[in-house]
């Protein structure tokens, strides 16, 4: 099986849903909202002026998000359905970006571009085969000195879910719907690899980001898993047994010379 083609098609029936779901509020962003959550916003500060490459954009609002900052956005997806909807946003929000339709190591052959920023988030981890592959375009794509930011759901959180936590060479392939709240009941295949962070950090570290910051959170931003409370606003939990479990961890480094 072509696990790349296989959710690329996935993630094209997705992109029609997610589009028109509550969850990622396509109008409140073209009102002027921001989909961007306080923890990158607080962990990457200022971008103003700053070239910012997004990895696995999704359909944009993210990185366009980040364009209303000040930033010099670049977007990459490998969903032809997502990139065209990112662009047509781009457009009727009045934002300069520019989005890439490839998959991330197809993007990482082919780019020499290199950038103040690179910066991913949220569910994205998941879908990539070779972490340490995924470490290298990270690497090369940044300027020496620039930033790289992630912030990521919790791999802890995936023996809940009956998933394996270290990676395995084959994936997990299943029919599944999505999670918006607007799911129609359709499902799609999709290949998944587990990451643990310690595999994360290491294919980082090996490929010349020095980290400065690793954090982890008992909460997640997105109600997105069943069962969570919100105990703040924007603060989504889960227990086992009466103990939280982590849900989100952040990292961010910079490329030494």
């Known amino acids: ?29 073209l009102n002027g909202n921001s989909s961007l959550q306080k923890l990158e916003l607080d962990d990457l500060g200022d971008v ?8 696995q954009c999704h359909f944009g609002l993210d990185t366009l998000s980040w364009a209303r900052l000040g930033a010099d956005v670049t977007g990459v997806d490998l969903s032809s359905a997502a990139i065209e909807k990112a662009r047509a946003l781009s457009e009727q929000a009045g934002l300069k970006s520019r989005f890439i339709c490839a998959d991330l190591y197809g993007f990482g052959e082919s780019s020499r571009e290199q950038y103040d920023v690179v910066f991913t988030s949220y569910g994205v981890l998941c ?3 070779d972490i340490v592959k995924w470490a290298e375009i990270v690497a090369r794509s940044l300027k020496v ?8 759901f919790h791999p802890f959180y995936d023996i809940f ?12 392939v299943e029919e599944e719907g999505t999670y ?27 490929a010349g980001i ?9 909460y997640s931003p997105y ?25 989100v961890y952040t990292i961010k480094g910079a490329k030494s010379a």
């Open 1 to 29: 099986m072509d696990y790349i083609k296989t959710n690329k098609e996935s993630w094209n029936k997705r992109t029609k849903i997610h589009v028109a779901s509550k969850f990622y509020d396509v109008e409140g962003f």
């Open 48 to 55: 103003s002026g700053k070239s910012l490459l997004h990895l």
């Open 127 to 129: 879908w990539l085969p």
């Open 145 to 152: 000195g620039g930033t790289f930011y992630m912030a990521e």
């Open 161 to 172: 879910a009956g998933y394996s936590y270290f990676h395995r060479a084959e994936p997990d």
């Open 180 to 206: 918006t709240e607007n799911d129609r009941g359709e499902t799609s295949t999709l290949a998944t690899w587990a990451h643990p962070i310690s595999d994360v950090v290491n294919a980082l570290l090996k």
């Open 210 to 218: 020095k980290i400065t910051q690793l954090n982890e959170y008992p």
């Open 223 to 247: 109600n997105c898993f069943e069962g969570m409370v919100e105990r703040e606003k924007g603060k989504f939990c889960l227990s086992h047994k009466g103990q939280d479990i982590p849900l």
